[in-house]
T-cell receptor, first 115, second 115 residues
Framework: AQSVTQLDSQVPVFEEAPVELRCNYS??????LFWYVQYPNQGLQLLLK??????LVKGINGFEAEFNKSQTSFHLRKPSVHISDTAEYFC?????????????FGAGTRLFVKA | DTEVTQTPKHLVMGMTNKKSLKCEQH?????MYWYKQKAKKPPELMFV???????INESVPSRFSPECPNSSLLNLHLHALQPEDSALYLC??????????????FGQGTRLTVV
């Protein structure tokens, strides 16, 4: 079975500071990992994804994530955050089921950027 | 066109009403999803349609009835809902051909309030 654990429910940080949002996964097979962002009263937007290849993945809005197979982690980072980055961030994994695939989400991390 | 369009954006309905949520995409995606998201929680999968056939029903009560009239449209018919069904209902689509194709594109959601 595949699952995702986001280690922090909330992360407060000052504007222009670096941030890391942590995500660990469990899977016995190849994984496909995603980070989504959700702004208040909005749908989810894909930030970045890891399918294969380079373990450092760059996404939109200056975010990047590193896939670490030995630590089963896929942490999201940004070197300098803006007020506008305040949002909910979800780590997700593709899960195989009979008939296809589906996306399983972690519990989410609320990033709060303070001035 | 990389959009998933959901209508209406907001819906208030009584417990005896019948209403429908609509979702449309024109990306040629063959997998479409309904998720339910309660406040401060991750999206929870309800249904998956793969090539217009229902492939997953996550034990959703029968008062929620999905329909996929064609590859671009997905409906969710609502009848005799309860106040606890109030939530943000998200539609998503993906290419649906393999695990690396499960990058989901989300609509903005329908905010449903049951009174």
């Amino acid at each position: 079975a595949q699952s995702v654990t986001q280690l922090d429910s909330q992360v407060p940080v000052f504007e222009e500071a670096p941030v890391e949002l942590r995500c660990n996964y469990s899977s016995s097979v190849s994984v496909y990992l995603f980070w989504y962002v959700q702004y208040p009263n909005q749908g989810l937007q894909l930030l970045l994804k890891y399918l294969s290849g380079s373990t450092l993945v760059k996404g939109i809005n200056g975010f990047e994530a590193e896939f670490n197979k030995s630590q089963t982690s896929f942490h999201l980072r940004k070197p300098s955050v803006h007020i506008s980055d305040t949002a909910e961030y979800f780590c997700a994994v593709s899960r195989v089921y009979t008939g296809g695939f589906k996306t399983i989400f972690g519990a989410g991390t609320r990033l709060f950027v303070k001035a | 066109d990389t959009e998933v369009t959901q209508t209406p954006k907001h819906l208030v309905m009584g417990m005896t009403n019948k209403k429908s949520l609509k979702c449309e995409q024109h990306m040629g995606h063959r997998a479409m999803y309904w998720y339910k998201q309660k406040a401060k929680k991750p999206p929870e999968l309800m249904f998956v349609y793969s090539y217009e056939k229902l492939s997953i029903n996550e034990s959703v009560p029968s008062r929620f009835s999905p329909e996929c009239p064609n590859s671009s449209l997905l409906n969710l018919h609502l009848h005799a809902l309860q106040p606890e069904d109030s939530a943000l209902y998200l539609c998503a689509s993906s290419q649906g051909r393999g695990p690396s194709d499960t990058e989901a594109f989300f609509g903005q959601g329908t905010r449903l309030t049951v009174v």
